[in-house]
């Protein structure tokens, strides 16, 4: 097969494939994840809905239902989706990873802890959920545990700003600063914007 010149020559070719193999979930999927791209979300989420319903087990498809939720500012479509995600392949981090940084936003501390630990049970490798865990964390108060899970992200991805800073704050909770100061200045060598005024407030302490 000729290689599509632009992304409108693409869908042209993923819609052929469709109407091909119009029982195959995944070519519904992939004419969907194409049609994202050039924010056809209507038609995307058509077609994400025809992939679950050739694919049940499709959980990528559940996720990218409730990344158009999220879209359109429908929080419980996406957590609703979510779900799904989780309970149509067993395993599926990422969706618990999505639920448990939905819950965080709501304000739901405990569900969003409960399914973020259910995200790194099943991928330990999952930065984003050690990341949102230590954020988790820090908002019950409960900085060492905090610490641990952005260690955790950086053991993964060494290069991972944000865990930096999130380090960078949880120390200075602990008044360390000088640990504080070494994670903002490396959260900041790799082009995150630390907040003004948690750079004040470390900047008496650097030696």
């Known amino acids: 097969m000729q290689k599509p010149k632009n992304a409108q020559e693409g869908i ?12 195959c979930g995944n070519s519904h999927y992939n004419l969907a994840v194409a049609l994202m791209g050039v924010k056809n979300y209507d038609e995307a989420e058509a077609c994400l809905n025809d992939a679950v319903g050739c694919s049940p087990t499709l959980a990528e498809g559940y996720v990218m239902l409730g990344s158009i939720a999220l879209q359109r ?5 996406c957590l ?11 395993g599926f ?7 448990g940084f939905l819950e965080l ?12 630990k259910k995200a790194i049970v099943h991928n330990s490798k999952f930065v984003q959920a050690y ?3 230590a954020n988790a964390y820090l908002m019950k108060g ?12 950086l053991e993964a991805e060494p290069d991972f700003p944000i865990s930096h800073h999130n380090l960078g704050i949880a120390y200075l909770e602990k008044e360390d600063y000088a640990q504080a100061i070494v994670h903002f200045d490396k959260a900041q060598s790799m082009g995150y914007e630390v907040p003004e005024a948690l750079l004040k407030e470390v900047e008496p302490h650097r030696v």
């Open 12 to 23: 042209a070719q993923l819609r052929a494939d469709v109407a091909g193999s119009p029982d």
């Open 105 to 116: 936003q709501r304000g739901n501390v405990e569900e969003a802890i409960k399914n973020l």
């Open 142 to 153: 409960l900085v060492d545990e905090s610490i641990e899970m952005s260690l955790k992200a």
């Open 73 to 77: 500012d429908d929080v419980e479509g």
């Open 80 to 90: 609703y989706y979510n779900t799904l995600a989780t309970k149509s392949r067993a």
């Open 131 to 133: 990341t949102t865990l």
């Open 93 to 99: 981090a990422v969706g618990y990873g999505n639920i």
